[in-house]
Structure formats: C-alpha cells, structure tokens
C-alpha cells in the first residue's frame, strides 16, 4: 500500500503560510482605517490569501516527513505563490499596472529593494509600510517566521528551513529545529526594535523610523521617500550604517554574541575579510569623492555607500550615478561580494569569495607539489570537496543569470551599463543601479519583457539560485519512484536513465 501521507507536507505549508499572510493582511486594514485610507486593498487580499490557504493546509499534514523533492517544491511554491498574492494591494491601493505590482511585490518579498513606483505622493502610507513589512518578512525568510510562530511545521520541517537560509553555512543556534527559528526571530526582532528606537532618536519621524527599521534590519532597502536617504542627516546614517552591518553577519555569531561570547565575532575569518573589503572600498571611494564633497561628507557619503550595496540594502545617501566612473565602478564590484553566509544580505556572500580564494590558492600549491594532501580550511574548519563544488556551480550560475539577462536587456534597447548594473543588482538582491535604474530613478522604465526577467532574478537570487535551476533538471520532472514501482505493477516500464538526487 502506498503512503498516502506522502507528498501532503507541502500543501500544509503553503496553505499554513497564505494564512498568517492572511492574518498580517488583516492587522494593515486596520491599520489603514485608523489612517483614514483605504483597507480594501488589505481586505481583499486577505480574502484571497485565506481562500488560498485554508483548503490547502487542511488537505495537507504537519505530521509527515517530506522527501528532498518535496522540500525544494514546498519552497520554490511558497516564495511564488506570497508574491502574486501580495500584488493586490499594489493594483488596488496604487493603481500599479499587474507587471508594476508583480515587479514590486517580488522586489519587496525578495528584500532586493528594486522599485517600479514612479509617482510616490500618490502611494498611501499603508501601503508603504506594508511594502516595508514584506522586506522584512523576506529579508528573515518566510519559512522561518512560520517554524518559529506554528510548532506543527518544526515536526518535518528542516529541510525547508534549511533550503531557504542563505549562503554556505553550517553554524547550528541549538540541536532542535523550532528553537533555532526562533533564536533567529528572537535576535531579528530585537534588531528591529533597537533600529527603529535608535531612528527615532537620531531624529526621524515615527513613521519612517519603523518603515527603515523593518527595511534596514532585512537588508533590503525599501524606502517611503523618493530620494530614499538623500534628505537626512550625518546622525541617521551612522544609525543605518550601524544596523546594515549587523544585518549582514551571520544570525548565529549575533545569538552567540547576544548570550554573552562577543569573542567569537573576532574570531570570525568571513567577519574580519568583510571589515577589509569595507575599510578598502570605503576609503577608495572617500578618495574620489573629496573633489566633489570636501573631506566630511566624502568619508559620510563614501561609507554609507560602501555598507549599502556591499550588505545588498541599496539605500542611497546621494545620487552616486551621478559620480565620478572610478567610484561608481567601486559599487558595482561591491555588488557581486555581498554580506556574510547565514545573514538577511543578498549576493554572492563573503564566504563564497574565501573558499575560492583559498581553493585558487590551494591550486597553485599543488602545480608545485601534485602529490601533497592539501586540505582546504576556513579559519579552524575544513571545507568539505561537496561544499566546494556547490560553490562552484553556484558562482557559475550566477555569472551565467547575470550574463543572459545583461544580454537580453541590451537586445531589447538598452544600453550596456543600465542592462549589465540591473542584472546584476537584481540577481544579488542590490535593488538600485546605474542608469536608467538608478538610486533616484525606478525600474519603470525598463522594457516589458526586460522586468519579467528581472523579476525572475530577483527570485533566483533570493533563492540561491541553485535551487531554483534543480527545476531546469530533467531528473525533477520523473515521476518519484513510489509512481514508478505503481507503474511497474501495472506493467508499465520506468523511464530509462540515472535518477536525479533530489527525488
């Protein structure tokens, strides 16, 4: 008899997620009628979140543990199926066109910070803080909430929790799974709290502080004003620099930090080689902007910019692509290194950049010495040759996503620099680029079929992309082999060829 049972873990995800969306839906209608704005666009789409969810989560079961290929199909599902949802109230409260709102909800969902809003006097605040929360929900991961909030999930669920963390890490809170999601909550709430406090300090009005904090802490660079950070002060800089970099070092050096082992955050080999590229990049850009903004404002203006694409948040202190070309090729370098493994930051992740660096290294070594036993370490850790490839195939499919989009952009009328800079801010999370995609301008502008790319961007990157190409694998799409032995029973013969590892 086969398991019925098998294959139901991923609708009650799916459905158990639509309805907490469904219920946060619901606290923004009220708090848009408390505004005195609209609550319908909230009210309608939580009707058709909670429609979604609810015969899902009752078809599905927490209580089963789901093959590899269940895992990866409950992820990829849940991070589509959130962000078309969540275009309803872009349609409704902003009268954004369906590619507008899809384009926006993406970005938000995937904490890139990308915008398609050409006109924001005409967005209400509601929904500005709605687009704020669902970069901050992204920026944490939206599997992660729901572990940490719904104990049923944490029965099966760390193949999902695990498919959804960023970056190459293998740092563990706690040997239980619902304890560790919430670890991560609890240290990404405490975060929040303390940069939208610490805002509101430095002087930002209470709406703005809350807006940047949930946006600040994700990494993810949404913001309420037009010209993003252009109109504040040297104060609330040294606030978003100080909680961008917390945002992009790894969740599990922050928990272990907050309990009392700050050490350890020394120690940290992917930490210190993010503090170098900071010193450096910053200190370059300081150089080249002292003609243009005098000493003070060219180390403000220089660090600010550094630490915002470098940990993929992508606010913007100054409209940098009006800036000289050697800083603004700074920033685009700093747009494929990224934050720490295990962060909210987007791109490559520094961790990546060390074990290549080291592998080159270890490669050169052995041209010398073939037969030596070279062991690729990390600080005191040992790089399994699993991680190495992964890393490899993740870079290769990163420069390749960036490569086909900049080249699909430059046929359909773009120039080079607009194509390349947003392929490549949207594949790593940035949001802003130069050009026509630049800090003070939107993504309005960029071709149709160019944004349904990049909005496919914006999902791989968030997703580590591997993940997402598993669905280009001819293994993903055989029938599971409990279908097979069915079909053999019939007399039907299984398909002919090797079986993919995720099924």
Known sequence: MPNTRRGRFAPYVIGTATLGMAAALAAFALYAVVQEEAARPFLVTALVAAAVGAPLRLVGRSGVDPSRREALLSVLTLWSLVPVIGVIPYVLGAGMSGLDALFESVSGFTATGA????DFEAVPSSLF?????????????????FVAVFPQLAIAGRQIFHAELPGPTEDRFTPRLRTTALAVLGVYLALTAACALAYAIAGMAGFDAVAHAFTTVAAAGFSPQARSFEAYGAMIDVVAITFMTLAAINFALLYRAFLGRPRDLLRDPELRTYAVIVLVAGSML?????????????VRH???QTISILTTTGYASADFD???DQARVVLVLLMFVGGSAGSAAGGVKVMRWIIIAKHTTREVRRSLHPRAVLPLRVGARVIPEEVLRA???????????????STLLVWLGHDFVTSFVASAATVGNVGPGLGLVGPMASYAEIHPIGRGMLIFNMYAGRLEIVTVFVLLTMGWWRLPRRFERRDAVHGLEPQDGPRSSVG
């Open 115 to 118: 915008t398609a809003i050409t």
């Open 322 to 324: 009006l800036w000289p």
């Open 302 to 304: 220089g660090f600010f």
């Open 286 to 298: 300081t150089w080249h902007l002292h003609d243009l903004y005098g000493t003070g404002e060219a």
């Open 391 to 405: 890393v490899a195939a993740f870079i290769t499919l990163y420069v390749v996503l960036v490569a086909s989009s």
């Open 129 to 145: 803080l709605w687009r704020a929360f669902t970069q901050w929900v992204g920026g944490i991961g939206i599997v992660v909430v």
